[in-house]
């Protein structure tokens, strides 16, 4: 929105000495025949126009009454107020034209210059060689609005472009995007809302695009708002979903004139700011449209990270959890240098962290140990690295100093066969065409964003799942992600079946845990419902599970906790003070084996169990195997929703060690994460074993130790986001480490040379 002096002033300082007509807009392509309107206008002394583009003089009404204007057509009119030449000794003629034009308007004003190639105004791009005059229109409005349709909007302010807003969101979907459809709309709906209202909720709901955003979540009038750029207008909702590292290029190119470079520059300065630190921290194939459920947890911790180094504060302990997990070594090293930033600026940092690269650039290591569980909570070792390398009582130690190092322990394998994909294009896929081999440990890697998920999880899934799919087969829910215009897939005829090893949760209750997921808890029921005092009270292998009522607590039903509605907060959730989160009643809890009652069996951990269990070898069997991916910390009873995405993927490992099988295709997502190099190298050893049984093992992943020790590896890049989706190099980590033109090869290189 402009004021009429505002206006002027504008006029004068950048059309001096150029002639000027002011005009007020009557109709801009709209259909009529305007004669009332022209003829109303007349007798207030107005007769100069232009008319679809020619100038009219009216001297009679009746000239205007034989105009007759089609009212089919679409007319543009402009009233002409008063020519003029710009000049200082001019301007409250100028100001009084542009206030007549905002009074017959209701608030618009249009000026069109008048200019010669050799006085040509830098707002100009227009250029005549022949000498003739050239006309340049421009409107301005005492209200917000659009000069294409005329249309006024409100005035804008900052919550009007978030879609958490009321007044920017799309009133169609409420901002979301997206609106639900039940498949029973159909028929009498206030009905079946009345008597089944749970059957319209969003567990039955379909999610539609909405038809009246197409899913940008934004209203009209704020899409309306552009940003013009050499690539054309761009929206609010167009810049983001830009990825970060061409969002950074866009504000870098972004020309403005001079009076919205005066309002802008900050901001600008500011956005680029916040965007640079994301691109540091590996997050440059992001684009800021992405939804914050959609991030790994590595991705959303850094973002936070950003954020705090686009605060600029010092003096703050900043504490951060394994931050290398999800990243290449590329990324990583970004990673390193922004929290050496973080501490120059004059704030501590404390990381927990197994990455070697980043204890190497640690200023001091507090080291934990000497291993995991009730055999660890000691401090081994403190020191710079190199004091902790130095220390024979660390194990972290041996493998800073390279005493100790992660090798492959078999001769490299030959494939038995491929599993081929062509012509892939999801996402940032560009028409990739993959041969996965069979029989061996293959490894699938490349920078973050480089499209690894989406080839292995979103593309070869599905398409095995469907391959499969009248077999005996537990990965059913993958077969959503299939698109029937893939190609098809070849070689399925080597496997039998596929287990996804991913990091969803093994169970969503209390009430699971590990050893109910691995079975041990059955042997373990079975164990207390054979002891002689059971058999004397009559108690059954239900007695000792949390489902049944007769044998947990009253008051928690087996949960060990209660949980406590809050109106408008989060529920509070605390240990039940009847049980005292030992989940049984009193009774159940009387029945001892070895002095010990189930409640505190299930308090051990799986290095304790295995001691205690030693004649059971059933159990025995599964506790080895959860020691052997490092897990013998882990007590059997905790509960499954506690559990991290690494140590949920372990326990699923170790549920398929357990069974006997040949010819199953294992597909993992970083196994390696949260742990140390020591658990690392016992899970390779691990998967091996599954691999030399005659099964294939498909691994994504980061971990230069892991990937050097692969039979064969896929490298996908060269960057992230749409500048990855190419596969860059296939071999054996030797060949992949000759490939000059792979960050993985050229990061391999550097690992495999010491």
Request: charged share 25%; proline share 3%; with cysteine.
């Amino acid at each position: 929105s402009e004021s009429p002096e505002a206006i002027t002033n504008g006029l004068l300082d950048s059309f001096i000495g150029q002639s000027v007509v002011i005009a007020a807009p009557i109709a801009r392509e709209k259909k009529g025949e305007f004669e009332k309107e022209i003829l109303d206008l007349f007798s207030k002394g107005y007769y100069r126009f232009v008319i679809d583009g020619v100038k009219q003089k009216f001297s009679f009404i009746n000239d205007i009454k034989n105009l007759k204007l089609k009212k089919t057509y679409k007319h543009n009119i402009d009233l002409l107020i008063d020519s003029i030449e710009v000049d200082s000794h001019e301007k409250s003629r100028l100001q009084e034209a542009v206030e007549k034009a905002f009074t017959i308007t209701g608030g618009s004003c249009k000026v069109i210059v008048e200019s010669k190639p050799d006085c040509v105004s830098d707002i100009s791009d227009d250029k005549n060689i022949s000498g003739e005059i050239i006309n340049k229109e421009y409107i301005y409005s005492s209200a917000r609005m659009c000069v294409k349709c005329m249309k006024s909007i409100p005035e804008l302010e900052p919550r009007c472009f978030s879609f958490n807003s009321p007044v920017g969101a799309c009133d169609g979907c409420s901002g979301l995007g997206f609106v639900h459809e039940w498949p029973w709309q159909k028929g009498d709906e206030e009905f079946w809302k009345t008597k089944y209202p749970d059957f319209f909720g969003p567990k039955y709901a379909q999610e539609k695009t909405c038809v009246k955003c197409f899913g940008k979540r934004l209203n009209k009038n704020v899409l309306a708002v552009t940003i013009s750029d050499d690539g054309g207008e761009k929206n609010i909702y167009d810049v983001c979903d830009l990825s970060i590292r061409d969002m950074v290029i866009f504000f870098e190119n972004l020309q403005l004139d001079n009076s919205s470079k005066a309002v802008a520059s900050s901001l600008i300065k500011e956005i680029s700011n916040r965007l640079n630190f994301l691109n540091e921290v590996g997050l440059s194939y992001l684009t800021l449209n992405r939804p914050a459920g959609t991030l790994s947890g590595g991705e959303g911790q850094r973002i936070r990270l950003a954020t705090q180094i686009g605060s600029a504060l010092s003096g703050v302990l900043y504490i951060l959890d394994e931050p290398s997990i999800g990243l290449h070594q590329r990324d990583n090293d970004r990673l390193i240098k922004t929290l050496k930033y973080l501490r120059d600026q004059g704030n501590t940092v404390v990381v927990v962290e197994h990455d070697i690269d980043t204890m190497h650039q640690a200023d001091y290591i507090i080291d934990m140990g000497p291993q995991a569980g009730v055999l660890g909570g000691q401090v081994t070792a403190v020191g710079n690295p190199v004091q902790v390398a130095a220390n024979i009582n660390s194990m972290t130690g041996a493998y800073l100093s390279g005493e100790k190092n992660i090798i492959r322990k078999h001769e490299i394998r030959k494939p038995m066969g491929f599993l081929e994909l062509e012509n892939l294009s999801k996402n940032n896929l560009q028409d990739v065409s993959v041969k996965f081999p069979l029989g061996v440990f293959c490894g699938v890697s490349g920078v973050s964003g480089s499209g690894k998920s989406t080839l292995v999880m979103q593309e070869l899934v599905p398409a095995v799942s469907m391959e499969l799919s009248g077999k005996s087969f537990k990965g059913k829910k993958y077969l959503s992600n299939y698109n029937l215009n893939d190609q098809g897939l070849t070689g399925a005829e080597y496997i039998e079946n596929m287990v996804v090893i991913d990091q969803s949760p093994i169970g969503r209750t209390p009430r699971s845990n590990p050893a109910t997921y691995l079975g041990i808890f059955d042997d373990m029921r079975k164990l207390f419902a054979s002891l002689p005092e059971s058999n004397a009270r009559g108690y059954k292998v239900g007695r000792f599970s949390f489902n049944v009522k007769e044998g947990r607590c009253f008051e928690c039903e087996g949960d060990g906790v209660i949980k406590v509605a809050m109106h408008f907060l989060p529920e509070v959730t605390m240990e039940c003070k009847s049980c005292f989160g030992k989940r049984y009643n009193s009774q159940t809890l009387e029945i001892k084996y070895k002095n010990k009652n189930i409640a505190e069996i299930l308090d051990m951990t799986a290095y304790e169990a295995r001691e205690f269990f030693a004649a059971h070898a059933s159990i025995v069997k599964r506790l080895d195997l959860l020691c052997d991916v490092g897990l013998d910390y882990l007590k059997l009873g905790q509960a499954s929703t506690t559990l991290s995405g690494g140590e949920a993927q372990r326990i699923k490992l170790v549920d398929e060690l357990a069974k006997r099988g040949r010819n199953t295709l294992y597909v993992l997502d970083e196994p390696t994460t949260g742990l140390h190099n020591s658990d690392i190298d016992r899970l390779l050893d691990v998967l091996n074993k599954l691999v030399d049984k005659g099964n294939s093992m498909i691994v994504i992943e980061h971990n230069l130790d892991v990937l050097k020790t692969v039979d064969y590896l896929i490298d996908l890049g060269p960057d992230g986001g749409d500048k990855g989706g190419v596969i860059v190099a296939c071999g054996t980590p030797e060949y992949i480490a000759t490939c000059k033109n792979s960050y993985t090869g050229q990061y391999l290189n550097k690992v495999m040379s010491k």
